[in-house]
């Protein structure tokens, strides 16, 4: 059974910095990609960065391109997003996500507001 479970969301003041993990276990080793969403209050939920299991190369949205890094550690089968000078525009549950087929965590809540 595949879980996903991420931590590391808090509520930081704008300018400051968080570092979400996603915990995985029960993946198969041959899928294709795993990745950041987030979904702003009422609005859609939308990629933020991912990385591709094959090469390792990373994909940004443009938004965050310059302040968020995804990362990943295989041997603690965890996936990181360090998140730097945050803005209010950030605030959303962020998800952590692997594919295909596709499988999803819980989500956690980063709140950026003075």
């Known amino acids: 059974q595949v879980h996903l479970v991420e931590t590391g969301g808090d509520l930081v003041q704008p300018g400051g910095s968080l570092r979400l993990s996603c915990a995985v276990s029960g993946l198969s080793s041959d899928y294709y990609g795993i990745g950041w969403f987030r979904q702003p209050p009422g609005s859609e939920r939308e990629g933020v960065a991912c990385?591709?299991?094959?090469?390792?190369?990373?994909y940004y949205e443009d938004s965050v391109k310059g302040r968020f890094t995804i990362s990943r550690d295989d041997i603690k089968n965890t996936v990181y997003l360090q998140m730097n000078n945050l803005k209010p525009e950030d605030t959303a549950v962020y998800y952590c996500k692997a594919w295909a087929p596709d499988y999803w965590g819980q989500g956690t809540q980063v709140t950026v507001s003075s």
């Open positions: 990385i591709s299991v094959s090469d390792g190369s990373t």
